[in-house]
């Protein structure tokens, strides 16, 4: 905890002590160590941390329902393959049809980088204790990744304390290298601190665990190394392998999973169910491939359709349609989510998936990319209380199946894929195919890690959009690379808005590629 000095009041307990013939009267105020805190102080620090710390918590995957519903549901969930939009008066301004409002697209970046470093400096100044510290660097680097995937070149080194970002951009490269380095000093912190548990009251993810932290925090940096494979290969390697053989290692169980506790109401239950019957729903993407394959998963995941002269079964809604009306979008199934449900941040399903490309590389990821591979899917089964993973990993048969709409209005009838299930050794595209697509399945509902992983690898195979209303700067077959910075950029910040474009190496729209995926 920091120490403040009590200077002015140490000379005024001398002063008493010259004036009076005992000093003894006032005792516990003023014969004290002056560099010591009182326990109001110390009750004040510490509130002020836990409320800086949940609310840094609170903004990664965002708890603020109008947050996360644009930047999961609408946007994540659309282009990852997991959600699509169920609300027809979205029609011509969604990220669907590619061609979102400003207003949809600035959340991101207006939002939630200032976030990342208000409530991380509210941290730093409420306390000097390094583990606090090193997990909200953590938590601020799991934000600001998703907001430089999302847009490429952003503000980083150079906002204000406040978070300001009216600055200088960094090239992505350049956020990715100081992400690195802020991660690897916060692991080295949680590491030397591993059994210094911190105050429950401060962290709704792993209770003040600080080797759950350490966990993360690899499994993270992790994330981040796979995401630049292509990119930068040397760095990815070293990083990735840093952190699957460090002393404390990635996750390897569900008990490490992080999932965020909600204090209110999960956010997706209240977009889903709540805002107008539901402003989304489940995507015709993933509930096409489960189909295929079978996946006992769906009982767990999704509700079933509603539609008359249809007798259960899963059907998500297409995304990038013309939205039907809320009669027939409603039929569709949705996301089987309570209100209390967790929020998932990271799960370790993804981290073997993700140690599984690793080894397919050839790069040292502690086991076979086979092992690695089965070990991520039974974590999934595991994870969603789902038995029956050793029967769907034998599976050399089923593919994902094409979709037929309960509703008869989008149906596509071209196969989006024909990878199995089975691991198969001697092609490592089929192999790294099939590593993706059950990642992706097993991160639902992380949109956002989705559409990163797709626009990275081309993986899982998805169904185009019917309505492109991109005027030509979206492909269909390759969809939405990025988001367009946000409009107040050009007026407020025009001068860094134009440097950060030429760090594009090509226009501000959705149709140019980030760094990590040219």
Avoid at 263 to 271: D, I, K, L, R, S
Wanted: hydrophobic letters at 35%; one cysteine or more; charged letters at 20%.
């Amino acid at each position: 905890m920091k120490l403040r000095k009590n200077t002015i009041l140490a000379a005024a307990a001398a002063c008493i002590c010259l004036a009076t013939a005992s000093c003894t009267d006032g005792y516990e105020d003023f014969n004290r160590n002056p560099n010591g805190v009182t326990k109001d102080e110390t009750q004040r620090d510490a509130y002020a941390m836990r409320s800086a710390m949940l609310n840094l918590e609170g903004w990664i995957i965002p708890t603020d329902v109008n947050a996360c519903q644009f930047t999961e549901l609408l946007l994540g969930g659309s282009y990852g393959g997991y959600i699509a939009d169920s609300n027809s008066g979205f029609n011509g301004k969604n990220f669907g049809q590619y061609c979102p409002e400003n207003g949809w697209s600035r959340v991101m970046f207006n939002d939630i980088i200032p976030k990342m470093f208000i409530y991380s400096n509210e941290v730093a100044n409420a306390t000097d204790e390094p583990v606090p510290n090193a997990v909200a660097t953590v938590l601020k680097v799991m934000g600001i990744q998703r907001v430089t995937d999302c847009y490429g070149p952003i503000p980083y080194s150079k906002v204000g304390i406040n978070g300001e970002i009216t600055a200088k951009y960094d090239t992505q490269e350049e956020v990715y290298t100081l992400m690195f380095q802020q991660l690897d000093e916060a692991i080295k912190i949680l590491t030397e601190n591993r059994t210094a548990d911190f105050s429950s009251l401060a962290d709704r993810i792993y209770g003040g665990k600080v080797e759950k932290w350490i966990k993360l925090a690899n499994s993270l940096k992790l994330r981040m190394a796979m995401r630049i494979s292509k990119a930068n290969p040397t760095l990815a390697q070293q990083k990735a392998e840093e952190a699957i053989n460090h002393e404390v290692g990635v996750m390897t169980s569900n008990d490490d999973n992080a999932m965020l506790t909600v204090v209110a109401t999960n956010p997706f239950y209240v977009v889903m169910y709540e805002y107008n019957g539901g402003d989304s729903r489940v995507s015709a993407d993933i509930t096409s491939y489960m189909n295929g394959y079978k996946d006992p998963r769906r009982a767990a995941m999704f509700t079933e359709v509603s539609y008359s002269g249809v007798t259960g079964g899963y059907s998500g809604l297409r995304t990038g349609i013309t939205i039907p009306d809320a009669a027939t979008a409603h039929a569709y199934s949705n996301y089987a989510v309570a209100k209390d449900t967790k929020v998932l941040l990271m799960n370790a399903a993804e981290a073997s998936f993700l140690r599984a490309e690793a080894a397919l590389k050839g790069w040292n990821a502690g086991a076979t990319a086979k092992e690695l591979y089965e070990q991520g899917v039974k974590l999934s089964f595991d994870q969603w209380g789902v038995s029956g993973a050793d029967n769907y990993l034998a599976d050399n048969a089923s593919t994902p199946e094409g979709y037929k709409d309960p509703a008869g209005l989008n149906s596509y009838s071209g196969a989006t894929s024909n990878i199995t299930i089975a691991w198969e050794d001697g092609d490592n595209e089929k192999s790294l195919e099939r590593i993706i697509t059950q990642k992706w399945l097993a991160n639902f509902p992380l949109g956002q890690e989705a559409w990163a992983e797709y626009r990275r690898t081309g993986y899982p195979k998805l169904m185009p959009v019917v309505v492109n209303n991109s005027g030509g700067t979206v492909s269909t077959e390759r969809g939405a690379r990025r988001l367009a910075y946000p409009q107040e950029e050009r007026l407020n910040n025009l001068t860094n808005y134009n440097d950060a474009v030429q760090m594009l190496g090509d226009a501000d729209n959705m149709g140019t590629d980030v760094w990590w995926a040219k």
